[in-house]
């Protein structure tokens, strides 16, 4: 009896479904990597949103500008980004969540007392692109040689499509109904946004941070694999890291003289382009190809995030303490109202 599972038996004899193979599993990968950005983009919008219902008269505008986007356009930046992440190759991808990684360790090492929470909101808006070739360069290497290695892709696309919509819908239920809902105590997500929005940020650090971890862990395996000789790998690791080191220097000092967005587009530029020089001297010409994907998509990823950019420069903005409310007030000043009258 003929069974679908009997049918991958039949692909190792055929040389162009092997490479048919490939392709779909680096189209799966792809949408994974996808998926996770979307789903820190959204919760992101979440968090952005609460902080302007907190003050909705000086912060309208902004709010304006959050509900204006179109969901038509963030499903055309999903399909766009899935593309990229599919064509980038793994060892640029490692690249990229190397980079990264190092850049983030070191901002996260010198941050001051005054702007911890804007230096880290700014993190996880930049580390969009950064995130998708984590994902992919993880699936890459747990998958690498495993026996259902399209069916175990396609199970971890369906978990990450699911948690998606539900960032989506919770997006949208915050959208609509947060500030209706938190000012007459109705329902539960928005109290719990109300009482405790940073609590959010604090989840999606140590997701990021594990989601990195894996990723920096993955890269560097599937960077080592292609050396044959310890001093292959130190010929490449040495010029890397001592580009990976002078890139960090510099844009450390390049966003403190000039924050904004011309400033971050610069930085990707800059990036991009001593990966560039770098693969030129010690890369193959199909890196060079998949770091001009890599601007494309780290300046795909910056467009998507201009509002929220703009949004994380308020200095006051990423206060996100969870305010009283006015029958809370009224019973603490109650309360205290008879200490204050007692006699001495």
Request: aromatic share 8%.
């Amino acid at each position: 009896m003929f069974s679908l599972l009997a049918l991958p038996s039949w692909l190792p004899g055929l040389p162009s479904l092997k490479c048919g193979s490939s392709f779909l599993d680096s189209l799966l990968q792809g949408l994974v990597g996808a998926c996770g950005v979307s789903i820190l983009s959204s919760l992101l919008k979440v968090y952005f949103f609460v902080g302007c219902a907190k003050d909705p008269e000086r912060r309208q505008p902004e709010k304006k500008r959050l509900l204006a986007q179109w969901a038509s356009l963030e499903t055309v930046q999903l399909v766009g980004l899935a593309l990229i992440l599919t064509v980038v190759g793994t060892r640029v991808a490692a690249l990229v969540v190397l980079e990264f990684s190092l850049r983030a360790v070191s901002t996260l090492l010198s941050l001051g007392k005054g702007s911890q929470d804007t230096e880290r909101l700014q993190l996880y808006l930049l580390c969009q692109y950064s995130l998708g070739c984590g994902l992919t360069c993880g699936l890459s290497f747990l998958q690498e040689g495993a026996p259902h290695g399209t069916l175990n892709l396609l199970l971890a696309l369906g978990l990450a499509t699911l948690l998606g919509t539900w960032a989506r819908r919770l997006r949208r239920h915050v959208y609509r109904l947060y500030e209706l809902h938190s000012s007459q105590h109705y329902c539960g997500v928005c109290l719990v946004l109300l009482a405790g929005a940073q609590d959010l940020l604090e989840l999606l650090g140590r997701a990021l941070a594990v989601t990195f971890a894996v990723g920096d862990l993955a890269a560097v395996a599937l960077i080592n694999r292609d050396f044959l000789t310890t001093s292959e790998a130190v010929r490449f690791w040495t010029p890397l890291t001592i580009c990976y080191m002078l890139l960090v220097i510099y844009m450390q000092e390049e966003q403190r003289q000039r924050p904004g967005m011309q400033s971050q587009v610069q930085t990707v530029l800059v990036r991009m382009g001593g990966l560039f020089l770098l693969l030129l001297t010690v890369g193959r010409w199909l890196d060079l190809l998949g770091i001009l994907v890599s601007l494309l998509g780290e300046l795909w990823c910056l467009a998507g995030t201009h509002t929220l950019l703009h949004l994380c420069q308020l200095q006051d903005f990423p206060s996100q303490s969870p305010s009283v409310s006015v029958p809370s007030r009224r019973l603490l000043s109650a309360a205290a109202q008879p200490r204050s009258t007692a006699p001495s």
